[in-house]
């Protein structure tokens, strides 16, 4: 049963983001983390949730706990770089934004 109500709660999550309600989203999905807490993709759109809502020290937390569990992650490597850059830490944003240009095979 909890599953089922995971799996509602993240589909409700995934509307809220996709409506811009980006705080609603992720006080979902933080629920749902509790019970998924490997379930990389619920953790990077809570990221997403908290880069776009602003609260960044908690998307860069997530973005680092995501690259811990998978390294070749590139759009958590890319994430990770622009939430530093948006805490104005550009000389830490760097390596993570040239990485992830690098594993996509994009220029910066």
């Not at 589909?11 to 996709?18: E, I, P, S, V």
């Not at 983390?33 to 997403?48: D, G, K, P, Q, T």
């Not at 609260?55 to 998978?70: K, V, W, Y």
């Amino acid at each position: 049963m909890a599953v089922h109500n995971a799996a509602n709660e993240y589909r409700m999550a995934k509307f809220y983001f996709d409506s811009k309600a980006y705080t609603d989203a992720a006080r979902m999905l933080e629920g749902v983390l509790a019970e998924e807490s490997a379930n990389l993709s619920v953790r990077l759109l809570l990221a997403r949730s908290y880069y776009h809502s602003a609260q960044l020290g908690r998307a860069e937390a997530e973005l680092l706990r995501i690259l811990e569990a998978d390294p070749a992650e590139d759009y958590a490597r890319l994430m990770l770089g622009r939430t530093l850059e948006r805490q104005g830490r550009a000389e830490e944003a760097r390596p993570h934004l040239r990485l992830a240009a690098a594993m996509t095979g994009e220029s910066l």
